[in-house]
């Protein structure tokens, strides 16, 4: 079996021989000792999945039960999944826009890295939350030191808006705390799993408030736009596909684990508002002439579709919210990663600029066909199974269906609109001398939708690691 602790070792001496690069003036590429963190860690997972985890704990203060507490929840392997290869397939896009102190990027990228791996696998609230606020604040410093002009006032946003959240997320674990004396995750739920009160009640729509915040949804979303517009490429990827997942994961804890009578009565209000932010990024999508940002609108249309499914009361609807986060946390960096190329060779991301890309750089339309036709949800890609299993999750609530059906139908209007502006219409682009996606952009790309293919054809490689009794 492999111990959860080993998961992060990687990581940590990645970080521990980044420094000594800098000490010792390596001729050591960062990003190969980056690669090779993240490679280990991989191989480690799939070891792992192969013959079992073992849990890690390690008491740090009996008078506040903290502790290091690693051990897998019937939720943690999907979002474990995704933290681990995601980020690897997202860091070769930092050439894009990273073009001084990489070897800072590269610290900072491999600290959000360990620290998120640590927090799908604690079992402790308060190591929890201090790990997310590790890589929310690592997360901080890259927006505003390797984005554009506008990227200082956009981290802050950020940084005002995570950390509203996660004072709220922090005072619902300590009421948690206070009504059962333990942090631990398998402690909680035996007090508090079938307990009905006012007060898990409000610690319930704490944890409610800070999750909308973080998917993003409306009307607290305002960090989003600039957040993924102005930061680099492969901080946004992180943004949209691991970043947005965290208020999801620690929602999913509360509805399954601690609180979930509290949670059934937020159900329907919390799905309504689901859908009206559905239908709103859908329209500000609709809108948007920059193909960056519309990307950025689209991600926040299906965290509102997946958080409609986890809201459903409905083991189907869960699943399906489940899937279609870990669907769409592969989908928006290979959409991003595709928006930081054609800044490199355009210049631009605004869709009145370029067109006719078919002709020039074939390679790049086939992958824009691909991030398209997965994120509208065609059958075979993995967004499809998604919406699938929140829509029958939520059947019963037929009238939300069909409001929902409709932002899709207005998000594969836009999305077939891109298409025609970006790789159809006549040639046009600011540089003439345009370069077909290079090799490391085509094992890239690849590696990207490989999966999002795979998840498609064979989506109970996904299902099959939920299991939702399991705390």
């Known amino acids: 079996m492999i111990n959860l602790i080993y998961l992060i070792l990687p990581g940590v001496l990645g970080v521990i021989a980044l ?13 190969s000792i980056s690669y090779t963190a993240m490679g280990a860690t991989l191989l ?63 610290v900072l990228f491999l600290v959000i890295y360990v620290s998120i791996i640590s927090m799908f696998m604690s079992s402790n609230l308060l190591s929890l939350f201090i790990f997310m606020e590790i890589s929310l604040l690592s997360a901080f410093f890259a927006i505003f030191l390797w984005g554009n002009e506008s990227s200082f006032n956009s981290a802050m ?5 995570t950390q509203i959240s996660s004072m ?11 009504y059962t004396g333990s942090f631990e995750l398998t402690s909680i739920g035996a007090f508090t799993h079938s307990a009905n009160s006012i007060y898990l009640s409000t610690v319930f729509m704490l944890v409610l408030v800070a999750a909308i915040i973080k998917f993003p949804v409306f ?3 305002a960090w989003m736009p600039g957040a993924y517009y102005d930061s680099a490429t492969s901080i946004t990827a992180l943004l ?5 997942k965290i208020g999801g994961y620690i929602l999913l804890l509360f509805i399954l684990f601690i609180t979930p009578i509290s949670a059934s009565y937020f159900s329907m209000p919390v799905m309504i508002l689901a859908v009206i932010s559905a239908f709103y990024a859908a329209f500000i999508a609709l809108s948007k002439k920059d193909l960056k940002m519309m990307f950025s609108y689209s991600s926040m249309l299906y965290m509102s579709l997946a958080l409609m499914g986890i809201m459903s009361n409905n083991a189907i609807g869960i699943d399906g919210g489940i899937f279609l986060m870990i669907s769409y946390g592969f989908i928006s960096p290979l959409a991003f990663m595709l928006t930081g190329y054609l800044r490199s060779q355009t210049g631009t991301t605004d869709m009145t600029k370029v067109g006719g890309l078919m002709k020039k750089v074939p390679t790049f339309a086939l992958f824009f066909f691909i991030v398209v036709f997965a994120s509208i949800g065609v059958p075979g890609f993995s967004n499809f199974i998604g919406e699938f299993l929140v829509f029958l999750g939520v059947f019963k609530f037929y009238p939300l269906i069909i409001i929902s059906i409709v932002s899709m139908l207005i998000a594969t209007g836009y999305y077939l609109s891109a298409v025609k502006r970006i790789v159809f219409e006549k040639f046009f682009a600011p540089v003439k001398n345009l370069h077909d996606l290079s090799k490391s952009e085509l094992i890239q790309t690849v590696a990207l939708s490989f999966v999002i293919i795979i998840l498609g054809i064979m989506p109970y490689i996904l299902i099959n690691s939920i299991n939702l009794g399991v705390v």
């Open 19 to 31: 420094y000594l690069k800098d000490v010792t003036h390596s001729n050591i590429p960062s990003k």
């Open 44 to 106: 480690l997972l799939l070891l792992g999945t192969i013959f079992g985890f073992s849990g890690f704990n390690l008491a740090i203060s009996k008078a506040i039960d903290l502790s290091i507490s690693f051990n897998l929840n019937g939720i943690s392997l999907p979002f474990l999944f995704l933290a681990v290869l995601m980020p690897m397939l997202v860091l070769p896009s930092f050439k894009y826009d990273v073009f001084d102190k990489k070897l800072t990027f590269n």
């Open 157 to 161: 946003k950020f940084l005002i808006f």
């Open 168 to 178: 709220l997320i922090l005072t619902a674990f300590l009421m948690v705390f206070l």
């Open 219 to 221: 009307p607290l979303h």
């Open 240 to 244: 949209s596909g691991l970043f947005s």
